[in-house]
């Protein structure tokens, strides 16, 4: 079935320092793959996605890459700050639309 | 917008009881999610429904879990008899377009003792 791991598990940065984590799927026809960031206590918050006829989206601090070759994405945060630690989910989603898989997340610490 | 509402925020029952989670999506969205967090199984989709009907319900673990939708405004994921397993998070998310992104709700934590 359709699957989509993410890496690392946890992930402990300086302030400043850059954050990337990372997601592979298995479904070749997934078109559709957004990053959320769930903070303690919270629902998930989309933060960024990328459909695959990009290859690279960039927000501010946040950027997604995408490889559809390897069938892997990834999410880069520079000049992290505190209030960026929070748990990350990568997911994807298959050509027919609605259905997401979710990534097992990253817990992202960064320490001031 | 108020964002998709849930409700109760935390609910503590005991095994073998009833319990009802609410949700409200948010307005003009046609499509409904129910998930489910746990440590160990991360999020899983229940079932989601699209313009109140249930499109696809295989996520729902077993007979004890059922949802329904009977307007477009509301929903209820139902667990009768619940189960200390059955403790966890329960999201609710919706979106306007199968194609879109999917809004998430701030979630239901269920304690079954």
């Known amino acids: 079935g359709e699957n989509v791991e993410q890496h690392p598990s946890t992930l402990s940065v300086q302030e400043g320092d850059s954050a990337v984590i990372k997601c592979t799927y298995s479904?070749?026809?997934?078109?559709?793959f957004p990053w959320y960031k769930q903070e303690l206590g919270k629902g998930p918050q989309l933060i960024i996605d990328?459909?695959?006829?990009?290859g690279e989206k960039k927000d501010q601090r946040i950027a997604v890459t995408l490889n559809k070759t390897a069938k892997h994405f990834s999410l880069h945060i520079t000049e992290t700050q505190p209030e960026d630690s929070a748990v990350y989910f990568c997911?994807?989603?298959?050509?027919?639309?609605?259905?997401?898989?979710f990534g097992q997340g990253t817990e992202l610490s960064v320490k001031p | 917008d108020a964002g998709v509402i849930q409700s109760p925020r935390h609910e503590v029952t005991e095994m073998g009881q009833e319990v009802t989670l609410r949700c409200k999506p948010i307005?003009?969205?046609?499509?409904l999610f129910w998930y489910r967090q746990t440590m160990m199984r991360g999020l899983e989709l229940l079932i989601y429904?699209?313009?109140?009907?249930?499109?696809?319900d295989s996520g729902m673990p077993e007979d004890r879990f059922s949802a329904k939708m009977p307007n477009a405004s509301f929903s209820t994921l139902k667990i009768q008899p619940s189960e200390p397993r059955d403790s966890a998070v329960y999201f609710c998310?919706?979106?306007?377009?199968?194609?879109?992104?999917?809004?998430f709700g701030p979630g239901t934590r269920l304690l079954v003792l």
């Open positions: 479904d070749s026809a997934s078109n559709y």
């Open positions: 307005s003009g969205h046609d499509y």
């Open positions: 990328i459909r695959s006829n990009v």
């Open positions: 997911a994807a989603r298959g050509h027919q639309g609605g259905k997401l898989i």
């Open positions: 998310a919706s979106t306007p377009d199968r194609e879109e992104t999917q809004y």
């Open positions: 429904f699209n313009n109140n009907v249930p499109i696809d």
